[in-house]
């Protein structure tokens, strides 16, 4: 972790942006000044997070062209712990490791605004997690696709889907490492910032998975020709998910649970229990397989709004404390 956060050793040169360009780990020739510092800084934590994506693109490409469904699972289950990552070794250490070991006084002494400097690790850092998570999120969009039209509902409404393709895994690793960064500013301490990041990251896994199906418009199909025909899931389109069970409903309009008639021991005696309880038709409830990228837009956009909203804190507590 040393090599990512220490900087204690950087000259005054090298704070205000105006050392060289050579050595190893750069891009003289699209980064200069302030931009070269962070990159040179951060360097190899970032080529870690672009080179591990490349390595994971190049590998989805490789199982879709020999049409592998098999290892879909593994994958999935692993890119969900991409922003839980992030946040914790590129979010927490980002600012802790230059207030922890002093760095920061340095740069703020050279000449430098902390505006600035706070600007432009925020900036690179986020053009870095966008890169990589756009390219993971396409990748795993197309391979998806081989199998999209055959995919029941709990496939496309679970995490290991939902939270991989589309704009939710990027919005999902920015507020996370958005979010590891501003407990570092807090804490300055590197090691305690990683293990609260940790927290953070899993409890934003766990309130995400927790309002998902609040994001979608739910649909609901009510049926009046009765209930001994078909089965409530046989009206549910394809690929729909159906929120909770079915319920009767009677001829004024109510809604009867599941659980009426229940105690029925043959299929008599239900059809009288159910004309007792004036009951004509079913109520199901279902989320169309259609709207999920509107709900993973949605859902992206709170999560948008929450890093803007992060990005704003940072600007105001790091304008003085940030040193």
Known sequence: MSSLTSTSTTTGAEATGTSGTSGTGQLPHLLKG???????????????????????????VFQRSQLHLAGYTPVSTGFRLVPVLLG???????????????TAKLVVTQSVDRSRWLTTKLV??????????????????????????EVTATEWISEATFNNTGPAPVALA?????????I?????????????????????????????????????????KGVMG?????IVPTGAYRMGEASYVTGD??????????????????????????????????????????????????????TAAVTVFLFLWGRKRLA
């Open 253 to 306: 309009g109510k809604l009867l649970g599941w659980g009426t008639c229940a105690d029925a021991q043959t299929e008599q005696t239900l059809e009288l229990c159910l004309k007792k309880a004036d009951v004509v038709g079913w109520s199901v409830d279902y989320l169309p397989i259609s709207q999920m990228n509107g709900m993973q837009w949605f859902g992206a956009s709170i999560l948008l709004a929450l």
């Open 88 to 102: 914790v070794f590129l979010g927490a250490p980002l600012f802790a490791g230059d207030l922890e070991k002093g």
């Open 230 to 234: 078909r089965y409530p899931a046989q």
């Open 34 to 60: 302030m931009p070269w510092l962070v990159w040179r800084q951060h360097r190899t934590v970032f080529w870690t997070v672009l080179g591990a994506s490349a390595l994971a693109v190049a590998c989805i």
């Open 124 to 149: 690179l850092t986020a053009l870095v997690v966008t890169v990589s998570t756009v390219a993971l999120s396409a990748a795993f969009g197309w391979w998806w696709n081989l199998y999209k039209s």
């Open 184 to 224: 570092g500013v807090v804490l300055r301490r590197t090691l305690t910032a990683m293990v609260v990041t940790l927290g953070f990251t899993v409890i934003v896994q766990l309130v995400w998975s927790h309002f998902l199906l609040s994001l979608g418009n739910v649909v609901t199909i009510t049926t009046s």
């Open 174 to 182: 920015l507020f996370s490492v958005f979010g590891g960064v501003a």
